[in-house]
C-alpha cells in the first residue's frame, strides 16, 4: 500500500524559515539521500490559512512513497537531510506519516 510522509514546518512567534534555501539545498540533499525512495513529492509554500486569515505553516513537504519499505529505507537514509535543519529554521517540524486511499 502507498505510503506518505509529511513534514510541517509551523508557524509561531519567533520562527524563521530562508525559503530559498530550503529550495535550492535542502530540497537538492533530499533528492541526494532519500530520492531513490520516493515515488513522488511536492512541497506547499504557506500563504493563508484561510481568507484573511494567515498561514499556519512555513511550509508543507509532501512525499510519497510505494510502500512501507520504501519508507523506512527513506528514513534510514535521512541524517544529513535532518542534520541540514538548522541551516534554514529555528522550527521543530512536525511529522505526519499515512497510507494513501
Same mark, same amino acid.
Given at each position: 500500500m502507498p505510503m506518505t510522509l509529511q513534514?510541517? +514546518? !509551523? @508557524?509561531s512567534d519567533g520562527t524563521t524559515f530562508d525559503d /530559498? +534555501?530550503?529550495q535550492s539545498k535542502h530540497m537538492a540533499l =533530499?533528492?541526494?539521500?532519500?530520492? %531513490?525512495? @520516493?515515488?513522488?513529492q511536492v512541497v506547499t509554500k504557506g500563504l493563508a490559512g484561510g481568507p484573511? &486569515? $494567515?498561514p499556519g505553516f512555513h511550509a508543507v513537504a509532501t512525499f510519497v512513497f510505494a510502500d512501507q519499505g520504501a519508507l523506512d529505507a527513506t528514513l534510514a /537514509?535521512?541524517?544529513?537531510?535532518? %542534520?541540514?535543519? !538548522?541551516n534554514f &529554521?529555528? =522550527?521543530? $517540524?512536525?511529522?505526519l506519516i499515512g497510507q494513501t486511499y
Amino acid at each position: 500500500m502507498p505510503m506518505t510522509l509529511q513534514v510541517l +514546518y !509551523p @508557524i509561531s512567534d519567533g520562527t524563521t524559515f530562508d525559503d /530559498a +534555501y530550503y529550495q535550492s539545498k535542502h530540497m537538492a540533499l =533530499v533528492d541526494e539521500h532519500m530520492g %531513490a525512495h @520516493i515515488e513522488s513529492q511536492v512541497v506547499t509554500k504557506g500563504l493563508a490559512g484561510g481568507p484573511d &486569515t $494567515p498561514p499556519g505553516f512555513h511550509a508543507v513537504a509532501t512525499f510519497v512513497f510505494a510502500d512501507q519499505g520504501a519508507l523506512d529505507a527513506t528514513l534510514a /537514509a535521512s541524517g544529513p537531510v535532518l %542534520a541540514d535543519l !538548522p541551516n534554514f &529554521t529555528n =522550527v521543530a $517540524p512536525q511529522m505526519l506519516i499515512g497510507q494513501t486511499y
